[in-house]
């Protein structure tokens, strides 16, 4: 396989991470809302939201009304936490993803020049990442990555110019201040300049709280997404969002893969 990825970088990335899913379809959020992309989502979180603390039945009532779309890649207790989960490095991601990639089969296609990596918690396998987004860079293709925000990016995987998705939650999501807010991982995101801020709304609350953060984090280009897995919820909330997303000059996106397909994986 050719490469311009020095041989240490691809030894670093040899270790195998979970992989939940790897797909082709439509960026449905953010900046980049409609283009096409190829999915990495990888197993594994380090938040529980919609629930204080990491579920121990299957029946455990939902304690906030933010509740994570991807359970399937952690909660163990609802789910069979290894059901469709590959262990793949990321020479073995990037193959996969490049079969993905219509314009390999059919050359009159465009390529999809972007890589949108999720979870889960991305950044819990910081090491294949690292070398998927050289990768990619290299390959002249753009890398987003959806974190949480309270891991700390490090120099290496800034370095490789990808830009990050950073959604820190809210109180909302149920879990409490001091698990879900990490202020140096926040302030290494912010000062790397290669972030974006997504929140995810439910309702006003949510709105006074993101203000606050702005505040006190300094945040800028901050990007509001309506919680909802459903069209209509989707809607109502964008409705609800809207003007005060007007007033303190913050954006606000759809999630039209819900739109499209409602709550289908792999969209």
């Given at each position: 396989m050719s490469s311009s990825i020095p041989?240490?970088?691809?030894?670093?990335?040899?270790?195998?991470?979970?992989?939940?899913?790897?797909?082709?379809?439509?960026?449905?959020?953010?900046?980049?809302?409609?283009?096409?992309?190829?999915?990495?989502?990888?197993?594994?979180?380090?938040?529980?939201?919609?629930?204080?603390?990491?579920?121990?039945?299957?029946?455990?009532?939902?304690?906030?009304?933010?509740?994570?779309?991807?359970?399937?890649?952690?909660?163990?207790a609802a789910h069979d936490f290894n059901k469709g989960v590959r262990h793949l490095t990321s020479d073995e991601i990037w193959d996969e993803l490049m079969v993905l990639d219509p314009?390999?089969?059919?050359?009159?296609?465009?390529?999809?020049?972007?890589?949108?990596?999720?979870?889960?918690?991305?950044?819990?396998?910081k090491d294949t990442l690292v070398t998927l987004a050289q990768r990619a860079t290299s390959h002249g293709r753009r890398v987003e990555i959806e974190t949480n925000a309270t891991i700390r990016p490090g120099p290496e995987l800034v370095a490789t110019g990808a830009q990050f998705n950073a959604a820190p939650k809210l109180a909302?999501?149920?879990?409490?201040?001091?698990?879900?807010?990490?202020?140096?991982?926040?302030?290494?995101?912010r000062d790397s300049g290669q972030a974006r801020w997504k929140f995810v709304v439910c309702g006003p609350d949510d709105l006074?709280?993101?203000?606050?953060?702005?505040?006190?984090?300094?945040?800028?280009?901050?990007?509001?997404?309506?919680?909802?897995?459903?069209?209509?919820?989707?809607i109502e909330r964008m409705r609800m969002a809207a003007d005060a997303a007007l007033t303190h000059g913050w954006n606000l996106t759809t999630r039209e893969h819900v739109l499209i397909w409602g709550d289908e994986r792999g969209r």
């Open positions: 041989l240490a970088v691809h030894r670093t990335g040899l270790r195998p991470a979970p992989v939940a899913e790897l797909f082709y379809s439509f960026q449905g959020e953010g900046v980049n809302l409609g283009r096409r992309a190829l999915f990495v989502r990888f197993r594994d979180c380090n938040l529980t939201c919609g629930y204080a603390r990491a579920p121990r039945t299957a029946g455990a009532p939902v304690e906030g009304r933010m509740r994570c779309d991807t359970e399937y890649t952690w909660n163990r314009s390999t089969a059919s050359p009159s296609v465009a390529p999809v020049d972007l890589i949108v990596v999720s979870g889960g918690e991305p950044l819990l396998h909302s999501s149920a879990m409490p201040r001091k698990k879900r807010i990490k202020p140096d991982a926040i302030s290494e995101l006074a709280e993101i203000a606050e953060l702005q505040q006190e984090f300094g945040l800028t280009e901050i990007w509001l997404s309506p919680e909802g897995t459903t069209p209509a919820a989707v």
